[in-house]
């Protein structure tokens, strides 16, 4: 076999990994993207890796959200709101960490990862309301949880499911499933507000979102009939989340204190 047809097999094969967790837990779509770009695939400049990662997750959120409003798990109110209120956050977060290290910019994700996770963690075993909806009385903290999220997912060159999951529940006390299908929102409007402005600069590469596009459409079906059935044991998407998020910092921390 090529060393072409491999890279491209192992572009592909990623794209279902990303697909899947997007899928799943609605985040940890740029989580895996960028460091699967950069480790696994072996793209040499990290702003390369998290552009197209942008633009693959957005598309590949946009396929899981399909998906979860099939299985009516998405909160379109709510969704709105946060999405409408990250996106110019996530316009100038971006112009910030490009200006940034790419080194230091995972390092600083990963261990941002890391207190996202112990979060997490810490409200396993609360299910939320399933009846939680935006109303006048929380709309403002919907509205700046959105708008922080917006900021630290342009900067860090993220989709932000990992805090946008969290960031729904902490404000609406929705059920983690129902954050997973809502989150699908707000991840594809900051990931494609991220694309455009790393777009803008040259850091995408089209070849590779392509393929990781079309292994992620296929993940984002399988995780989200997944998600589905983890949701009915307590606390056990919640502690996937967590998991799935220190592991793949661990990593990250490792490979950037490596150099």
Not at 2 to 15: A, F, K, R, T
Not at 46 to 65: C, D, E, F, K, R
Not at 141 to 153: D, I, P
Not at 164 to 181: D, E, W
Request: with cysteine.
């Amino acid at each position: 076999m090529s060393s072409d047809v491999m890279h491209m097999l192992l572009e592909l094969l990623s794209g279902v990994v990303v697909g899947f967790t997007l899928g799943l837990i609605g985040g940890g779509g740029s989580i895996l993207a960028v460091p699967l770009m950069v480790y696994v695939v072996g793209v040499p400049n990290a702003h390369v890796a998290i552009g197209t990662s942008a633009v693959s997750v957005a598309v590949n959120a946009l396929a899981g959200l399909g998906y979860h409003a099939r299985a009516r798990t998405v909160k379109w109110r709510c969704a709105g709101i946060f999405a409408s209120c990250g996106v110019l956050g996530a316009l100038v977060g971006a112009s910030a960490g490009k200006a940034v290290d790419g080194q230091r910019l995972l390092l600083c994700f990963a261990i941002l990862m890391i207190v996202v996770g112990f979060l997490m963690l810490r409200g396993r075993h609360d299910q939320g309301c399933a009846d939680a909806q935006c109303t006048r009385d929380n709309a403002p903290r919907v509205m700046t949880f959105g708008g922080l999220t917006g900021l630290l997912s342009g900067f860090f060159g993220i989709g932000g499911g990992f805090l946008i999951v969290p960031g729904l529940i902490a404000s609406t006390h929705m059920p983690i499933l129902n954050a997973v299908g809502t989150s699908l929102v707000a991840v594809a409007a900051f990931g494609l507000s991220t694309a455009l402005n790393y777009m803008l600069s040259g850091y995408v590469d089209w070849g590779m979102a392509a393929l990781f596009i079309v292994g992620g459409t296929i993940g984002s079906y399988a995780g989200m009939r997944v998600s589905r059935r983890m949701a009915g044991s307590s606390g056990a998407l919640t502690i996937f989340f967590a998991g799935v998020i220190f592991c793949v910092a661990t990593y990250m921390i490792w490979r950037s204190l490596r150099g």
